[in-house]
């Protein structure tokens, strides 16, 4: 048997109401322009016991994706509609490794500190990945995640 | 004109930097995935953000889908999935974790959403076509999202009568459809 939701949008497809909006399908071709090639994705795992993404008592979400030999830990900010990443990669991925914070519509490349530690401010909310570049050997993607206030 | 490419075809050469294969991947499943999103519940802004999350996330499974003549029903899957997990997020029922870790493995296709394929909405067109009067004109006017005061004028009846008479087609289309099904 058919649920009904999706009986009722295969009328409204059939009939040509509710049509993708053109912006949608823009977005979506747009989507291959942020492809990472020989990425290597780094999974959500769980940070505390909580699972891989907890929120602190100031609504920071905190996040943990792991891949092997890298891990790392994310703090998403989201103020005044913008998202603000603090993150660390551990182990230090060496000195001439940089970070590339993602959205679909901007992208921001750091440098890491001494202890791992790297942050971009002021991200649009939406979606969100991070990216680790290693001279020498494949970059590490994390898998993206929607941060919306 | 050539013929259009096999669906794990055009995954092979999106991963290999073909950006017109990704194009095509979006031309052919795109409507149904807004389709989809939409038939779970989801404002068009919220359905707009799950279609590009099941798009993200096919870009980051390239080269590691299990199945890639399967595509089509791994994105319904994954649009659906992200669907289910905005709505959870919206009635804070379970943690952001879980929107996460439930990412895993959804090569399985989506059997609800193969109505909503080309061929499954040629036949539900065809059936409604074959209803009688004055169910034929009702679902179509259910089609385009017709209020029930607009289409108690259009039909010539009672407001209170529109409910239940489009209810009854509804039924009565599904029961087609689903016979249909099981016939082939």
Not at chain 1, 105 to 128: E, K, S
């Amino acid at each position: 048997m058919i649920n009904d939701e999706y009986f009722l949008a295969a009328l409204r497809l059939a009939a040509g109401n509710d049509p993708i909006p053109s912006h949608v399908s823009a977005a979506a071709r747009d989507v291959y322009g942020l492809r990472v090639p020989r990425a290597v994705t780094a999974a959500p795992a769980a940070r505390t016991s909580a699972g891989s993404d907890v929120r602190d008592p100031d609504g920071c979400h905190l996040m943990r994706f792991v891949t092997d030999g890298l891990t790392f830990d994310l703090e998403v900010t989201v103020g005044d509609g913008l998202i603000d990443v603090a993150g660390q990669v551990w182990p230090h991925p060496g000195d001439d490794a940089v970070i590339d914070v993602k959205t679909p519509h901007l992208t921001l490349t750091r440098h890491i500190a001494h202890n791992g530690d790297f942050a971009a401010t002021g991200l649009p909310p939406g979606w969100l990945s991070v990216v680790c570049h290693r001279p020498g050997r494949a970059p590490v993607q994390t898998r993206w995640v929607r941060i919306r206030p | 004109m050539p013929d259009p490419r096999e669906p794990a075809e055009l995954v092979t050469a999106a991963a290999e930097d073909d950006r017109t294969a990704w194009d095509e991947l979006e031309a052919r499943y795109g409507p149904r995935m807004w389709a989809v999103a939409r038939a779970s519940g989801l404002s068009p802004s919220d359905a707009a953000d799950a279609v590009q999350g099941a798009w993200l996330r096919l870009l980051q499974n390239l080269h590691t889908l299990r199945d890639p003549a399967k595509v089509g029903g791994w994105l319904m899957t994954t649009v659906r999935r992200e669907a289910h997990a905005f709505l959870r997020k919206r009635h804070d029922v379970s943690p952001l974790d879980q929107d996460v870790l439930s990412l895993e493995a959804v090569d399985e296709p989506d059997p609800a959403s193969a109505v909503l394929e080309a061929d499954g909405r040629r036949l539900l067109w065809k059936q409604v076509s074959a209803l009688h009067e004055p169910c034929r004109t009702i679902i179509q006017l259910v089609a385009i999202d017709l209020g029930n005061r607009q289409m108690a004028a259009r039909l010539g009846m009672p407001v209170g009568s529109v409910g239940p008479t489009k209810a009854r087609c509804l039924e009565k289309l599904r029961t087609l459809i689903s016979s249909q099904e099981t016939a082939q």
